[in-house]
């Protein structure tokens, strides 16, 4: 009997260790559950901001990045936030009043104040970076050149940001930098990657000049055209190549420039549709390096009437491409040294817009497809042509030319064929972010893309605490059960031992 009341006061002993333990345990996971929730619970986010704006040719536009200041060099973390785009054409149409250059940044300016909280705006970066029109400018003026670029700065110091200066970037900047900038956006420098070889060329058509950069699968033989990056810990040699004048809006004005104009000053353009006429003033508008004042200026003014058809116009747009000689195993046009295009690649800028005008700037569309559509758009007659489609009348006016200039420069400039058409898709956003160079040049000037991988993290103090505590909660069930299995295992042996001393 006494053994019986011993068994029945273990066996309770043990329910209430089961309990104890079972209570303990609920106690400790809901202390855990309050813990991860609080650590989790949405912080004020550390974010940091950037400003680039980017004085094209034609126009400037203002571009707003934003990151997490604690993930700056990690990949894919810059964002685009907000853009904004400067009313009037690009700074170097103000050469003759400096003043205005800066001024007509007014508004975009006033809009980033306000999309940035006021507390960042004296830490945020601002650049601006000049391209084409700038370079041109300079080629010809250079003082000039230098003082629109102080009232420039002069303005946006007035302004509560971190201003950087206003450069004019070099052709072969602004093509590596779109390079980085597609690369970058669509997550390729990450180490799961293949290798270098997995990254988009990229190909930008700007107004004043127009780009190329791929990273090619040779030699590059002419060390003008190639440069060396070092990102993430991989290194990549790329091709790149600026060719200036050949911007959609110079390379139209070569053009124009290689008609022949008749006694009285008319000028019959193939390239533009049937029934569109516009008159030029030939010392207005033959006024860049690329264009010098063509021998026929007994005229004033041009009369330029359209005639729409495309087989001449593309025998025109063609003389402005020299193809005859080489010094290199190949090369593209004008004697410039460039590999064989591979791969794929991101054509950007009015690459992209020209090709959505067209509605050809979907994936699977092929080289001939586009060209039916160019030649359709040529033979439609003027009257027609503004009924059918409603966007500015410069742009509709020049897209027969265009659409057959970025045929020509893609083809017969850089070799592309029928066959690796479809490895170029036409892009204007990554993801909600521009697809320019703008990014890029950010990204260097801030040294936000590392050389190198950046090293793990340690474990926050959070999960530390978190799997410490995991942990000891283990072993201790662990340890529970252990014991508890071992007494009764114990018990079960004194008590054969007993029946056997019985
Ligand atoms: O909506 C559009 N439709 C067609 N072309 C456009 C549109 N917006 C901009 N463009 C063209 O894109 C080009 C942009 O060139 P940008 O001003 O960047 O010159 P740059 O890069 O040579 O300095 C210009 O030729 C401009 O006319
Ligand atoms: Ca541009």
């Known amino acids: 009997m006494p053994e019986a009341r011993g068994g029945t006061k273990s066996s309770h002993w043990r329910r ?6 079972a209570v303990l345990l609920l106690v400790v996971i809901a202390v855990l559950v309050i813990v991860a929730v609080r650590q989790n ?8 901001f950037g400003i680039v704006l980017d004085a094209g040719s034609s126009h400037t536009g203002l571009f707003i990045y934003q990151w997490l200041a604690e993930k ?32 007509s940044l007014r508004d975009c300016l006033n809009e980033a104040k306000r999309s940035i909280p006021v507390e960042q705006h004296r830490e945020t970066p601002v650049f601006l970076g000049a391209t084409a029109g700038m370079r041109l400018l300079r080629s010809q003026n250079s003082s000039q050149a230098e003082k629109l670029l102080q009232a420039v700065e002069a ?35 990450l180490q799961d990657m293949a290798g270098p070889h997995e990254t ?11 780009q190329i950069t791929f990273v090619p699968d040779g030699e590059i033989e002419s060390l003008d055209n190639s440069m060396h990056f070092r990102l993430y810990g991989k290194n990549y040699e790329m091709y790149t190549h600026s060719y200036l004048c050949y911007g959609k809006d110079q390379a139209l004005k070569m053009f124009l420039q290689k008609l022949g104009v008749s006694a009285n000053g008319t000028v019959f353009n193939p390239c533009f549709n049937e029934g569109y006429e516009k008159s030029i003033n030939v010392s207005n508008f033959f006024t860049s390096p690329c264009t010098p004042m063509p021998p026929w200026t007994t005229h004033q003014t041009l009369r330029v009437i359209g005639t729409g058809n495309s087989h001449q116009c593309r025998d025109h747009v063609r003389q402005i491409f020299n193809q005859s000689s080489c010094a290199w195993n190949q090369c593209s046009f004008n004697g410039v040294y460039q590999p064989h295009v591979w791969g794929k690649y991101g054509a950007i800028s009015a690459f992209y817009f020209v090709m959505k005008f067209f509605n050809m700037d979907k994936e699977k569309v092929s080289l001939d497809e586009v060209k039916v559509a160019v030649d359709k758009f040529c033979s439609t007659p003027w009257d027609q042509a503004k009924n059918e489609y409603k966007i500015k009348e410069k742009y509709l006016s020049e897209n027969c030319f265009s659409g057959h200039y970025v045929l020509i420069l893609l083809v017969d400039g850089y070799n592309f064929t029928s066959s690796t058409w479809n490895n170029i898709q036409f892009m204007k956003k990554i993801g909600g972010s521009d697809a320019g160079w703008t990014l890029g040049y950010m990204l260097n000037r801030t040294n936000m893309i590392p050389a190198e991988l950046p090293r793990p993290k340690p474990m926050s103090k959070a999960s530390y605490l978190s799997v410490m505590i995991i942990f000891s909660l283990l072993s201790f069930c662990w340890s529970s059960v252990c014991l508890y299995s071992g007494g009764r295992f114990a018990d079960r042996d004194r008590r054969i031992w007993r029946r056997d001393l019985i």
């Open 16 to 21: 209430c260790l089961v309990v104890i333990t």
């Open 41 to 48: 619970r949405p912080t004020p986010p550390n974010l940091k």
């Open 72 to 103: 700056m060099n990690d990949t894919g973390v810059v964002r685009q936030r907000d853009s904004c785009s400067v009313k009037g054409p690009g700074i170097s149409s103000y050469w003759a009043d400096v003043e205005q250059a800066g001024l």
């Open 155 to 189: 303005f946006i110091h007035s302004y509560p940001f971190d201003f950087q200066g206003a450069q004019i970037v070099t052709g072969a900047d602004e093509g590596a930098f779109g390079w980085i900038t597609i690369n970058y956006l669509m997550g390729n420098f």
């Open 200 to 210: 988009v060329g990229a190909l930008d058509l700007g107004g004043a000049s127009t």
